[in-house]
């Protein structure tokens, strides 16, 4: 349908090529189209030289295309830098760009807000606001690659909001950021975090995209996982696992599983034997981080504790390593930019 709310960014080139058969434009027209917004990333119709200015002010009056306003931005004195990107309905979300050795990654948010509720994270205080869309994404991709002047390599859907809460959209970003004629991401460099909502992991796993699925463990007992994080009430440990092994058979994909270790919490000697029995179920990797003590609750622990916990997983034959932790003097912390911004 023609109208003037058409989200021009987040359509394929097929649903570009659909467009402009029903406006009487030529396909290779959407061709070109498709290389200004996702190839050259240009941020106005006006730049899109090749197409004629009738086509153009068509776009305008009827296409949204808008660059997100950088409400912030903050640089770490280890290259990190954290940007608040606010959009025209006044809502804003987090976006951080880390550097490397194999390039720059990008953690970038998927809701504005999360229902998800768990203890240790600053995004979910004030609940789901909404979704994001799969253009709103790119966008987060886009601009953080304009503010850093570096091509990004690789995406983590790590910050605000929880993936599979906004399956669709997160599909649709998925094949727009990985598409060869555009941003041209490599399919593995896109990981999807999730907190394990198991119906959608199915979902998921049937699509067969060749995307890295991560899920946040936090603790490997099922009670203790609960009281951390409430999603685990509704979808039981024992279930997210088995939808894990599910999705590892259908996709030939290794799962990562996240651990932030809270001291006194879930670093303790039975926790290390019961993640040793998980990991030992299907192919995977456990990435150990320490909490971050900027974040939500009474949360604490060190490089070394985690550097302890993962020596212990390794002595066990499991494959983990500690993740480099940067931006530790931005408050890299998952939602506390926007929520010191915002005052929420
Ligand atoms: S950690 Fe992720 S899933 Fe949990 S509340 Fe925060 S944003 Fe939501």
């Known amino acids: 349908m023609i109208n ?39 941020t106005t119709y006006d730049e899109m030289s090749n197409l004629p200015e009738k086509m153009r002010r068509w776009l305008r009056e009827n296409a949204i295309f808008e660059r997100p306003a950088v409400l912030r931005k903050q640089i770490s004195k280890d290259g990190t830098e954290k940007y608040l990107l606010g959009f025209s ?45 799969a253009s709103e994404m790119l966008m987060e991709v886009y601009e953080s690659e304009r503010q850093k002047g570096k091509k990004i390599d690789s ?45 959608k992991i199915y979902e998921l796993a049937d699509m067969h ?22 999603v685990n009430l509704k979808y039981p440990l024992p279930e997210v696992l088995e939808a894990c092994k599910y999705y590892v ?13 809270i001291h006194g919490t879930n670093d303790m000697d ?15 990797h456990v990435n150990v981080i320490p909490v971050n003590s900027a974040g939500r609750g009474n949360f604490s622990a060190t490089r070394k504790d985690a550097e302890v916990f993962a020596s212990k997983l390794n002595a066990r034959g499991v494959n983990a390593t500690v993740r480099r932790t940067l931006g530790e003097d931005i408050s890299a912390a998952c939602g ?9």
């Open 4 to 42: 003037n709310t058409i989200d021009i960014l987040s359509y394929t080139k097929k649903e570009l090529k659909a467009l402009f058969q029903e406006i009487g434009e030529p396909a290779y027209r959407a061709n070109q189209l498709f290389s200004w917004l996702h190839l050259k990333r240009v």
């Open 155 to 199: 995406v983590v859907l790590m910050g605000i909001g929880e993936p599979l809460d906004n399956l669709d959209a997160v599909v649709r970003f998925y094949e727009q950021i990985t598409d060869e004629q555009g941003y041209g991401m490599k399919n593995r460099s896109v990981t999807v975090s999730t907190c394990g909502i198991a119906p």
């Open 89 to 133: 309905d006044g809502n804003a979300v987090e976006t951080v760009a880390m550097e490397y050795e194999h390039g720059v990654s990008l953690c970038i948010s998927t809701q504005v807000g999360c229902r998800m509720g768990c203890a240790f994270c600053a995004s979910t205080v004030n609940g789901l606001v909404r979704s994001l869309t």
């Open 209 to 230: 995209k060749q995307l890295t699925l991560s899920l946040s463990l936090h603790s490997a007992f099922s009670d203790k996982r609960s009281r951390i994080m409430p």
């Open 249 to 261: 058979n259908e996709t030939g994909r290794r799962i990562t599983f996240e651990y932030t270790v």
């Open 270 to 284: 039975e926790d290390v034997n019961e993640l040793v029995r998980i990991a030992g179920m299907m192919q995977s």
């Open 336 to 344: 506390q930019l926007r929520r010191e911004t915002q005052q929420l």
